[in-house]
């Protein structure tokens, strides 16, 4: 089993190592430092400096979103939507994708060795929120040149990271595209992410988080979490569709439990495979972040004061069969924008495949993309 | 914590015990006795026998459904629904409830003592199905001299068994009520049930399912299958009017893995509490016996072939924010029995609560099942 452990002090990427002198401030009031940052970049920054895209990624994404991923060798995550020719088209545009903050492939998070102590930081790494990561990004545009981005893109958790970026950095966001995403995380959400907490905290191998120095990992508790994650990201018509109550290589039930139905085979899969690629304690930190956001109570209780005076250009996208995030959850971001006289435009992707249609083949939505980034970018003067 | 184990032995229920030289023939073509059939009664059974209603309980429900709890100490589960002047008028009706074959609360099931060995089946207890938990009960009806159940009244899993009873014994039922559930479980379904059994054989605790011989049980495990099937319990608007986002005992978030929100504290206590009653391989039994459950399947891939000539009167009654069993779904009950000109009304109860609405406060759910009950009293010469 490929460690996660290496990836997260040693990435396969580029690395902005930051100083323990210029620490990050984080919400919860702690400082960390130093600081490292993994990032992918595909294209060129023009001479203008005004052609970069930041590509947000999601809960269990990472920043190979258009090349091979160095543990699994699968293609990039995205590298439907982004690549050379591609919606996102890296002839045209220098794309930028960074590991989250919290995350495991090579931005400090639980998985990093601790400088202070010489053992993997654990549950010793200070609590996130999605504003840090994307103070921790704008770290990296800074140390890249770059005043201000062409547009910023993610789905998901990654959306929340787009909309954070809008509120908090609004001159440095031209165009923003936040997809399958909520200004907040619902009571229904945060439950379904207890769930998986308490199932990677309930595997005795989890050792209060420090698990590597006891050389072990919570691989079924993970595994647990990760089935239970994957039900919500589909829609009940994708699961009928793609598994229906259909045997796998059988005809009959075996009257057992073993995996009898396709669609436990698969979960069964989903759990195994994600716990080659990924770190326990940063699932933990990333799903607590994703439960503390929260735009409008950051904003006095109001969202449209989250996007006040916002010069970006908005594009929001939802799923019609997406049960997580709820076309209803980006309306509501729609209507604080309108209440600002934002530029914003929406559009509801007719789509069976639930949450995970955003990472799926969607022409829609690839069409939706290119047309809005090459606007924004014919706005911004840049060279087609 | 109270042990389960001996409510399974020794409950605080009447108990039928079948030898071992009459075993009940189940479907995976196995047969299992001796037998036992842990059951509650309460009201009288008339001298003409025409006043019996078998209700049928839920995954996580037992026989005490209008008493006080041996364990909990908490009222019956559908006391609400059932008793002296309720909706099911015990001084009326006959109403029998027992304990579901594979359950742990009386009836035969892998809590058990297996006489064969002298320690609990475990996983040695033979896979069961809707219907020979159905059968089981017939068993019960037949020793109390019953020929025909005035009705049957059940809500989700009880809803599968209400189903099964019309279709194995149409003869029998009268009057049948299925509840908040579906001729077949979906894959969403399935899948949510596989989370739930992989959570509980993550347990090291869980030992092969002997953990009674080792003297632990795998309450995490268990604790976190409860937790996640309880969010499909409940609708979204539920959690949302409940808990929100709201704290639980603080103004502001922690920073931890805390229960900062009040969604998450209910859902641990849910955990909690249910490991205390309820026996892991039961759990599994249970939800292994609803996946397989598929009435068409089981009549050569029609429903309408599963109720052919059905001469019963039909209830079947949904709930609007339902997600876990839908309004689609009775609907395709609903359709089958129309195929074969059978008795059938259909109600869908508007309600924001989700799965659980069965089992709570619902006005209209009592005036249903008082009037379609009473109806069929009367048609039968049932006293008032």
Chains 1, 2 share one sequence.
Request: overall charge negative; aromatic content about 10%.
């Amino acid at each position: 089993m490929t460690k996660p452990a290496s990836e997260a002090d040693e990435p396969h990427s580029q690395v902005l190592r930051i100083p323990a002198d210029q620490p990050l401030a984080l919400e919860s009031g702690l400082e960390l430092g130093p600081l490292q940052i993994a990032y992918q970049t595909y294209g060129t920054l023009n001479p203008e400096k005004s052609n970069a895209v930041l590509i947000c990624h999601a809960l269990t994404g990472d920043q190979h979103v258009a090349n091979e991923h160095p543990v699994t060798r699968k293609a990039g995550w995205w590298s439907n939507l982004i690549g050379p020719g591609k919606p996102v088209d890296t002839n045209r545009y220098f794309v930028i994708c960074s590991n989250v903050l919290g995350g495991c492939m090579g931005t400090s998070g639980p998985a990093n060795i601790n400088p202070a102590t010489g053992h993997a930081y654990g549950t010793e790494f200070p609590v996130i929120t999605i504003s840090d990561m994307v103070r921790a990004q704008a770290r990296l545009v800074d140390h890249l040149g770059i005043e201000r981005l062409l547009a910023v893109i993610g789905g998901s958790m990654g959306g929340m990271q787009v909309l954070a970026w809008a509120s908090l950095f609004p001159d440095r966001v031209f165009a923003a595209m936040p997809i399958a995403c909520a200004a907040k995380h619902s009571a229904q959400n945060i439950a379904f992410h207890e769930v998986g907490r308490q199932a990677v905290m309930a595997d005795p191998d989890w050792r209060s988080g420090r698990y590597f120095e006891a050389g072990v990992r919570p691989v079924k508790g993970l595994s647990v979490a990760r089935m239970g994650a994957h039900i919500t990201y589909l829609s009940e018509s994708a699961l009928q569709r793609k598994f229906g109550r259909k045997f796998q290589d059988r005809t009959a039930p075996t009257f057992s439990f073993d995996a009898d139905f396709q669609v436990e085979s698969y979960l069964r899969y989903q759990g195994i495979s994600f716990v080659e690629r990924f770190d326990a304690n940063s699932y933990l930190y990333l799903t607590r972040a994703m439960d503390y956001f929260d735009l409008a109570a950051d904003n006095g209780g109001s969202l449209a004061a989250a996007f006040r005076g916002s010069k970006t250009r908005f594009c929001l996208v939802s799923f019609t069969s997406d049960w997580l995030f709820t076309t209803a959850e980006s309306r509501q971001i729609v209507h604080a924008l309108n209440a600002n006289g934002a530029s914003v435009s929406f559009v509801e992707i007719e789509s069976d495949k639930g949450h995970d249609a955003f990472l799926l083949e969607e022409p829609v939505l690839y069409r939706t993309t290119q047309g809005f980034l090459d606007a924004a970018a014919s706005a911004c003067g840049v060279k087609a």
